[in-house]
């Protein structure tokens, strides 16, 4: 079974820049995940897709980050424009029902 | 806010020793989960326990969950050099979203 898939890897810009993550889930997994985990910190969920329809945004800063989940495979999470306090790794992870997360291996972010 | 609280922040243990993690939560919880983070890569689930279990094992992992307490604890025995990781426990408060602690980050000594 192929894993949770994310790109880039790692990304530098320049605050007030925007910059784009992706990620492709497992195939069949309904439930998909976008969390930021800051050095030295857990992750934190940002945003909840079920299928293509949003589940939890509350820890979402709207304002500057956005995501999306056409047709409720892959999904794109933005930020614009960037600040410092978002340099972060951030992950997606996908499930099925009750089964356990699986994650990808994350997109390294680094704010100039 | 971060529901888990894991104890210690940082563990150095020789090859062979136990590595003991403990995790504290606030609210009650649907089940809770550990997760293994490696260098560089995303988490690994490790290991399950629901609200009505008391202790579950899974190869060299042994996971305890004291709910009048609100703790649990993870039990690495034999520990390798490959265990070097950090080790997340997370709680589900029923609704398949997660809140993870800060972790403890582990080094096995060869």
């Known amino acids: 079974e192929a894993g949770v898939a994310q790109s880039p890897r790692y990304k530098i810009i320049e605050k007030r820049q925007s910059v784009a993550f992706w990620c492709n889930p497992i195939?069949?997994?309904?439930?998909l995940y976008w969390y930021q985990q800051i050095l030295g910190q857990g992750p934190k969920l940002l945003i909840q897709?079920?299928?293509?329809?949003?589940?939890?945004d509350s820890q979402l800063p709207k304002d500057r980050f956005s995501a999306e989940r056409l047709k409720g495979v892959d999904s794109t999470l933005k930020i614009q424009p960037a600040k410092l306090e978002d340099s972060a790794v951030y992950l997606c992870?996908?499930?099925?029902?009750?089964?356990?997360?699986?994650f990808g291996d994350g997109t390294r972010l680094s704010i100039l | 806010s971060q529901q888990g609280e894991e104890d210690p922040q940082a563990l150095s243990i020789q090859e062979g020793e136990n590595a003991t993690m403990n995790c504290s939560y606030k609210?009650?919880?649907?089940?809770l989960q550990w997760y293994r983070q490696n260098s560089g890569r995303g988490l690994v689930h490790l290991i399950l326990?629901?609200?009505?279990?008391r202790e579950k094992h899974s190869g060299r992992l042994r996971v305890t969950l004291d709910t009048s307490k609100k703790s649990s604890s993870l039990l690495i025995t034999a520990s390798r050099a490959a265990d070097t990781a950090s080790y997340f426990c997370?709680?589900?408060?029923?609704?398949?979203?997660?809140?993870f602690g800060a972790g403890t980050t582990v080094t096995v000594r060869a």
């Open positions: 897709f079920q299928n293509n329809g949003v589940v939890d």
């Open positions: 195939s069949g997994h309904a439930t």
């Open positions: 997370a709680t589900d408060l029923n609704d398949y979203k997660l809140s």
């Open positions: 992870a996908s499930s099925q029902g009750d089964q356990p997360q699986h």
């Open positions: 609210t009650s919880i649907n089940n």
């Open positions: 326990i629901r609200s009505n279990e």
